[in-house]
Nanobody
Framework: PLRLVESGGGSVLAGGSLRLSCTAS?????????MGWFRRAPGGEREGVAA???????LYADSVKGRFIISREDASNRLFLQMNDLKPEDTATYYC???????????????????WGQGTQVTASS
């Protein structure tokens, strides 16, 4: 089965940067699926942060536009999220996910995602 493992989380001061990675293993066919990053703050709902299509087209939540950059490296089955100018409101557990159907446009709607990682904690303090 497919397995997604996130890494790169941590604690930073507001204004700092982190780079999250997600490595896919198992039955991946990584290159033909759109991928996404989601987050859940304590007591909050899961929200879409960024998504990327197989062609590299990116979508971002308004709250992170201009600060976060999603990218993918199909040769190594990895997904990345570069997070700059982190704010306390970015504090959450971050998850990577793979969409259920191949060769479909990227979306921030989590109902289109089937496979999820275990999450990595990001904390930005003021």
């Amino acid at each position: 089965p497919l397995r997604l493992v996130e890494s790169g989380g941590g604690s930073v001061l507001a204004g700092g940067s982190l780079r999250l990675s997600c490595t896919a293993s198992g039955y991946t066919w990584f290159s033909i699926y759109s991928m996404g990053w989601f987050r859940r703050a304590p007591g909050g709902e899961r929200e879409g942060v960024a998504a990327i299509s197989t062609e590299g087209d990116a979508l971002y939540a308004d709250s992170v536009k201009g600060r976060f950059i999603i990218s993918r490296e199909d040769a190594s089955n990895r997904l990345f999220l570069q997070m700059n100018d982190l704010k306390p409101e970015d504090t959450a557990t971050y998850y990577c996910a793979r969409q259920e159907n191949s060769r479909t446009p990227a979306t921030l709607d989590d109902k289109f995602y089937q496979w999820w990682g275990q999450g990595t904690q990001v904390t930005a303090s003021s």
